[in-house]
Antibody
């Protein structure tokens, strides 16, 4: 079964740091680009960051540039998001999402989603 | 303020047809980038409903269809069912430096 399982979310103070993880299974992880998407309580979806198959290409939404770092380990089949200098407005459910077919950062749909991990900055 | 604009809510009776619009600009939909649609049931993760404007993933009923024209796209749902009550989001790719993958603000579909 194709699956993504996020972990690492918790309550953290403003200015603090957190590292989110996403464990992938059921597919060849290194064949796909991956993303983090967040959803603030009662709000819509916001793409946060993406990474290509080997980590050589990454992208970030402006609001997290310089504070968040996306990375991956194709041996461990895991995706990570290092979150530094956290702000109250970073409070959200963070989803890990896989591209439908692309290994690169291309305009592809997100076809596999985890259940999310909650980050609360307060 | 979302880059892609959706109506906050739509509603319809069981069996009816509803459409949800998604309005973008020349830097996303108008530039020819594909539109994807997601359904989010209460308390669950988003689910891909339509990809590349008109394609349905395996398992998605043909009651759901997508179309686009110019700088806008639409999701149509025919034969409305109670289990279709959910939030729906459109998504595309934007070439402005501040954005990459952008979502609409979401539309809450209520089945009357």
């Amino acid at each position: 079964e194709v699956q993504l399982v996020e972990s690492g979310g918790r309550v953290v103070r403003p200015g603090g740091s957190l590292r989110l993880s996403c464990a992938a299974s059921g597919f060849t992880f290194e064949d796909y680009g991956m993303n983090w998407v967040r959803q603030a309580p009662g709000k819509g979806l916001e793409w946060v960051s993406g990474i290509n198959w080997n980590g050589g290409s990454t992208g970030y939404v402006d609001s997290v540039k310089g504070r968040f770092i996306i990375s991956r380990d194709n041996v461990e089949n895991s995706l990570y998001l290092q979150m530094n200098s956290l702000r109250v407005e970073d409070t959200a459910l963070y989803y890990c999402a896989r591209f439908r077919a692309s290994s690169q950062l291309l305009p592809d749909a997100f076809t596999v989603w985890g259940l999310g991990t909650m980050v609360t900055v307060s | 303020q979302s880059v892609l604009t959706q109506p906050p809510s739509v509603s319809g009776a069981p069996g009816q047809r509803v459409t949800i619009s998604c309005t973008g600009s020349s830097s996303n939909i108008g530039a020819g980038y594909a539109v994807h649609w997601y359904q989010q049931l209460p308390g669950t993760a988003p689910k891909l409903l339509i990809y590349d404007n008109t394609n349905r993933p395996s398992g998605v009923p043909d009651r759901f269809s997508g179309s686009n024209s110019g700088t806008s796209a639409s999701l149509a749902i025919t034969g409305l069912q109670a289990e279709d009550e959910a939030h729906y989001y459109c998504q595309s790719y934007d070439t402005n430096l501040s954005h990459f993958w952008v979502f609409g603000g979401g539309t809450k579909l209520t089945v009357l």
